[in-house]
C-alpha cells in the first residue's frame, strides 16, 4: 500500500525505491559513482552499462583504470546508482518525500503509524477487528438525528461486555454455560457539541418487552417480555448476538443506536494492562469467596480495601464483583463498572491520545472487539477515538436508567423517568440541563427584563474568583417554567461555582428563590445568594448548598409567572415544546461524573 518505505513506481535502478536493495539493507547507502547517468551511459558505450537496466560487469579494482563498458573508478557494487546529476539529487530527496508522507499521515490522526512501519501494524491491527452484519438489525429502527446548520450531529455507541467462554475467556471467569450474555452494556451518548457524553447502564435483569431478532440459524424471534440480557443470548452463540441488543435498546429507548461495540474478558483484561493499570477504591476486603460462591471457605483476600491499581484479572475481578459487598445486587456492580470506566477514560486522557500510547491499547482493544460494519477498520475507530479528545472528564457522566423491583428475580422500567430520560438525550440536553447541541438557542440571547439587570455586575465580580470552584451547589426549579434551573446553573458557572445537580424541586410554587446551607456552609451560601437578588438564605436538611429558583428569577429570565400565564397559541408556547421535561431528583442524584472520587458511589445497598 502506498506510505510504505522504499515503495514508489519503478523507474530504473535509481528511482527513489533504490533504498531497498541489496546494498542499503542494513540502513547506509553505498558509495555511488561519479559522472551521473550521462557519463554511465558513455562509459557504458550505449545500453550494456550498470546504471541503465544492463547486467554488471566485472569492475576493477578500487583506483584502477575502468575497461570499456565497466564502470570508472571508485564504482560501488553492482547496480548500485551514481553520486552525481539527477539520480544523486533525486536519492537526497527521498528522505523529504518520506517526511510528506508522514506529516500526511499525522494530520489523519493516528495513521501516523502507518508511513513509519510499512503498514505491518495498520494491517495487523485492522486483521484483529470483527465485524457483525446488518443482516440482523431491525428494518424498522427510530430516526437518526440530524445535523443542524454547523454540521453538529450527536453520535450514540453501544458498548456490551461479553461474559462468552470462548476463545480462553472460560480462564478469566467467562460464563459457566454455553453461548455468551452481556455482562454489561451501556448506551454512550455523544453530545453534537462533542464536549459531553454520558453513558446510561441497563441492568442485565429488567423485564422489557424484546423485539423479533435474527438467530443463527437465519430464523427471527417473536416479539416478546424477557429479561434484557436475554437480548444478547438470543440464538445461542458463542459470539452472542449484538445485532439483537442493539435491537432491544432502540425499542426501549426510541433513540438510534450509530454504532455497537463488544469487547470480550480477554480484550477487556489485555486493554488494563495496556494502559499499565487502572485506579479503583473498595469499602471493603474482598475474598476469594466473594468471587466464588461455591467455595466451602471465605479464603484470601483477592482485592484489598481502599485505593489501589489493578490490571488484568484482578481488573476483571472488580467488575464483575457482585457479593462481598453492598447488598449483592446487579445495581451495585453496575456502580463499581461505571468507576471502573470513569478512571480508565481519566487515565488515556491524562496519558495522552499520542501513537505511542495509543498503540498497545489499540492491539490489545482490537484483537478481542467485535463491532458493526461502520466501525469495521482501525481509521474508523481512532476517527472516532479521537473525536472525543475534547470531553473533559467532569463532562463525561455516567447514569442507571431509572429502575424499581418487580419480583425478588427482576426488575422493570420506571416509565416515567426513564421517558424523561430519554427525551433529554434526544434532545441533546446534558444530564445537568447543559444544551449540547453545539448551537445556543436564539432565546439564549434575547436581553433578559429589567429585574435581571442586578445579577450581571456580580456574575462579573465573582467570576474571577478561583475559590469559588470548590463550592459545590444543587440546583432546583421551584417553578412551573421549563429550563430555569439550566439558566441558574449557568449562572453559577459563569461564577465559577461547580453546579453539580439539577432538576425540579418537590414543589413549584415558590414565589422566591431560596439559598439553603449545610453545617458551616453559610458564608459560601451567601456568596452564591449575591447571584440571585432577593434570594432568601437559610439553615437547610441537607449537606452542602441547595439553590431553589422561585418566580423571581423566572421572570427575570424569560419564564412565565403561573402555568396558565401563556395561553395556547400565543408567542411564548412554541418553544415549550422543544424542551424536555425536567429529570427527576432521583435520576441525578444518582449521576456520575468521570472526575468523582472513586472511593465514593461505588456500592448499593446494605449487607452482603
Same mark, same amino acid.
Given at each position: 500500500m502506498s506510505g510504505q518505505w522504499g515503495e514508489s513506481p519503478a523507474r530504473g535502478d535509481d528511482?527513489?525505491?533504490?533504498?531497498?536493495?541489496?546494498?542499503?539493507?542494513?540502513?547506509?547507502?553505498?558509495?555511488?559513482?561519479?559522472?551521473?547517468?550521462a557519463e554511465a551511459r558513455r562509459a557504458a558505450q550505449g545500453?550494456?552499462?550498470?546504471?541503465?537496466?544492463?547486467?554488471?560487469?566485472?569492475?576493477?579494482?578500487?583506483?584502477?583504470?575502468?575497461?570499456?563498458?565497466?564502470?570508472?573508478?571508485?564504482?560501488?557494487?553492482?547496480?548500485?546508482?551514481?553520486?552525481?546529476?539527477?539520480?544523486?539529487?533525486?536519492?537526497?530527496?527521498?528522505?523529504?518525500?518520506?517526511?510528506?508522507?508522514?506529516?500526511?499521515?499525522?494530520?489523519?490522526?493516528?495513521?501516523?503509524?502507518?508511513?513509519?512501519?510499512?503498514?505491518?501494524?495498520?494491517w495487523k491491527l485492522n486483521g484483529n477487528i470483527k465485524s457483525f452484519g446488518k443482516d440482523g438489525v431491525a428494518a424498522e429502527r427510530p430516526p437518526e438525528a440530524a445535523a443542524d446548520a454547523n454540521g453538529n450531529k450527536p453520535v450514540n455507541i453501544l458498548l456490551i461486555g461479553s461474559d462468552s467462554r470462548g476463545k480462553g475467556n472460560a480462564d478469566l471467569g467467562g460464563g459457566e454455560d454455553g453461548g455468551a450474555r452481556s455482562d454489561t452494556t451501556i448506551l454512550l451518548h455523544v453530545y453534537a457539541d462533542h464536549k459531553h457524553a454520558v453513558g446510561i447502564s441497563f441492568p442485565r435483569d429488567t423485564l422489557v418487552t424484546l423485539p423479533k431478532c435474527k438467530q443463527a440459524n437465519g430464523q427471527w424471534t417473536k416479539e416478546h417480555v424477557g429479561k434484557f440480557n436475554e437480548a444478547f443470548s438470543t440464538g445461542g452463540s458463542e459470539t452472542g448476538n449484538p445485532a439483537c441488543t442493539q435491537n432491544a435498546v432502540e425499542k426501549i429507548t426510541g433513540i438510534f443506536v450509530n454504532h455497537t461495540i463488544v469487547v470480550d474478558f480477554q480484550g477487556f483484561a489485555a486493554m488494563t494492562k495496556a494502559v499499565d493499570g487502572v485506579d479503583i477504591c473498595l469499602p471493603e476486603d474482598i475474598y476469594e469467596k466473594d468471587l466464588n460462591q461455591k467455595l466451602p471457605k471465605k479464603g484470601d483476600v483477592v482485592l484489598k480495601r481502599g485505593p489501589q491499581k489493578v490490571q488484568g484479572q484482578q481488573a476483571l475481578d472488580y467488575v464483575r464483583l457482585r457479593h462481598g459487598i453492598g447488598d449483592g445486587s446487579d445495581i451495585?456492580?453496575?456502580?463499581?463498572?461505571?468507576?471502573?470506566?470513569?478512571?480508565?477514560?481519566?487515565?488515556?486522557?491524562?496519558?495522552?491520545?499520542?501513537?505511542?500510547?495509543?498503540?498497545?491499547?489499540?492491539?490489545?482493544?482490537?484483537?478481542?472487539?467485535?463491532?458493526?460494519?461502520?466501525?469495521?477498520?482501525?481509521?474508523?475507530?481512532?476517527?472516532?477515538?479521537?473525536?472525543?479528545?475534547?470531553?473533559?472528564?467532569?463532562?463525561?457522566?455516567?447514569?442507571?436508567?431509572?429502575?424499581?423491583?418487580?419480583?425478588?428475580?427482576?426488575?422493570?422500567?420506571?416509565?416515567?423517568?426513564?421517558?424523561?430520560?430519554?427525551? =433529554?438525550?434526544? @434532545?441533546?440536553? /446534558?444530564?445537568? %440541563?447543559?444544551? &449540547?447541541?453545539?448551537?445556543? !438557542? #436564539? +432565546?439564549?440571547t434575547t436581553p433578559a427584563v429589567a429585574p435581571a439587570a442586578p445579577t450581571t455586575p456580580a456574575a462579573a465580580t465573582t467570576a474571577a474568583d478561583t475559590a469559588n470552584q470548590s463550592i459545590k451547589v444543587g440546583v432546583y426549579n421551584g417553578t412551573v417554567s421549563r429550563g430555569m434551573?439550566?439558566?441558574a446553573a449557568e449562572l453559577l458557572k459563569t461564577a465559577k461555582f461547580a453546579a453539580t445537580r439539577m432538576g425540579a424541586a418537590m414543589n413549584t410554587k415558590y414565589a422566591t428563590t431560596m439559598i439553603e446551607y449545610g453545617t458551616g456552609q453559610r458564608a459560601n451560601a451567601e456568596k452564591v445568594a449575591e447571584l440571585f437578588p432577593g434570594a432568601s438564605v437559610?439553615?437547610?436538611?441537607?449537606?452542602?448548598?441547595?439553590?431553589?429558583?422561585?418566580?423571581?428569577?423566572?421572570?427575570?429570565?424569560?419564564? =412565565?409567572?403561573? @402555568?396558565?400565564? /401563556?395561553?395556547? %397559541?400565543?408567542? &411564548?408556547?412554541?418553544?415549550? !415544546? #422543544? +424542551?424536555?421535561?425536567?429529570?427527576?431528583?432521583?435520576?441525578?442524584?444518582?449521576?456520575?461524573?468521570?472526575?468523582?472520587?472513586?472511593?465514593e458511589g461505588t456500592t448499593y445497598g446494605s449487607g452482603g
Open positions: 528511482a527513489p525505491g533504490a533504498l531497498t536493495d541489496g546494498g542499503a539493507a542494513g540502513g547506509a547507502v553505498p558509495p555511488p559513482r561519479t559522472g551521473g547517468r545500453r550494456g552499462g550498470p546504471g541503465n537496466g544492463g547486467p554488471a560487469k566485472a569492475g576493477p579494482h578500487r583506483g584502477g583504470t575502468a575497461a570499456p563498458g565497466t564502470s570508472p573508478a571508485g564504482t560501488s557494487p553492482a547496480g548500485a546508482s551514481p553520486a552525481g546529476g539527477r539520480a544523486a539529487a533525486r536519492a537526497s530527496r527521498k528522505p523529504k518525500r518520506n517526511v510528506k508522507k508522514i506529516a500526511a499521515w499525522s494530520a489523519a490522526g493516528a495513521l501516523v503509524l502507518i508511513a513509519g512501519t510499512g503498514g505491518a501494524i495498520y451495585g456492580r453496575m456502580k463499581r463498572q461505571q468507576a471502573f470506566l470513569s478512571s480508565l477514560a481519566s487515565k488515556i486522557k491524562k496519558q495522552g491520545l499520542t501513537p505511542t500510547n495509543l498503540l498497545p491499547l489499540a492491539d490489545a482493544a482490537t484483537k478481542s472487539l467485535t463491532v458493526d460494519e461502520g466501525l469495521g477498520s482501525v481509521d474508523k475507530l481512532m476517527s472516532f477515538g479521537l473525536s472525543l479528545k475534547d470531553i473533559d472528564m467532569h463532562d463525561l457522566k455516567f447514569v442507571t436508567a431509572p429502575w424499581r423491583i418487580r419480583t425478588d428475580e427482576a426488575l422493570e422500567l420506571v416509565k416515567a423517568d426513564a421517558d424523561k430520560l430519554w427525551a =433529554t438525550i434526544k @434532545a441533546d440536553r /446534558t444530564i445537568d %440541563g447543559q444544551n &449540547a447541541t453545539g448551537e445556543q !438557542p #436564539a +432565546e439564549a434551573d439550566g439558566k437559610a439553615a437547610g436538611k441537607t449537606a452542602g448548598i441547595t439553590v431553589i429558583v422561585g418566580k423571581d428569577f423566572a421572570a427575570a429570565n424569560g419564564g =412565565t409567572a403561573d @402555568a396558565t400565564a /401563556t395561553a395556547p %397559541g400565543a408567542s &411564548a408556547a412554541p418553544a415549550t !415544546p #422543544a +424542551e424536555p421535561a425536567p429529570l427527576p431528583t432521583s435520576v441525578i442524584n444518582d449521576t456520575r461524573s468521570a472526575d468523582d472520587n472513586l472511593c
